[in-house]
């Protein structure tokens, strides 16, 4: 069962923003996205319920490690403080150096995202893709 606040935040980060334009009746399907590269959208279910079991605060940063569609981002980026996603393909962003309209994450290289954490304690890091 998702929290009041999470499910919220799905209504407000449209899903269906970040699926390709030839998936887009897939967007709230219960099943993996292709995107390329071999990267792939989470189920929607999983995703909700990854971002909630954070339980992240404006006072968290995080480091997401393969941005993918950057919907998880987004996710990420409405409760956190800052996220720094990064690539895990050369391939994989298709928003590179991208700030993310109203959110606070910034896609950036792996080497270069591990930087601009170093001296930071990062809430979480995990994989989208």
Known sequence: MLEGRILEL???????HF???EKKGLAFADMEIPLGYGAAMWQ????ARTVQELHLTRNDRVLE??????YLTALLSALAGHVT????CRNCALWP???WPLTTATTLPLKL???RMAGTTA????PSC
């Open 10 to 16: 799905l209504k407000h980060v449209r899903r269906e």
């Open 19 to 21: 699926v390709p334009a």
């Open 65 to 70: 490690v393969g941005t993918g569609s950057g």
């Open 44 to 47: 929607p279910k999983l995703e």
């Open 85 to 88: 996603s990064s690539k895990s």
């Open 123 to 126: 809430r979480a890091m995990m």
């Open 97 to 99: 150096g991208k700030t």
């Open 113 to 115: 995202a591990m930087r």
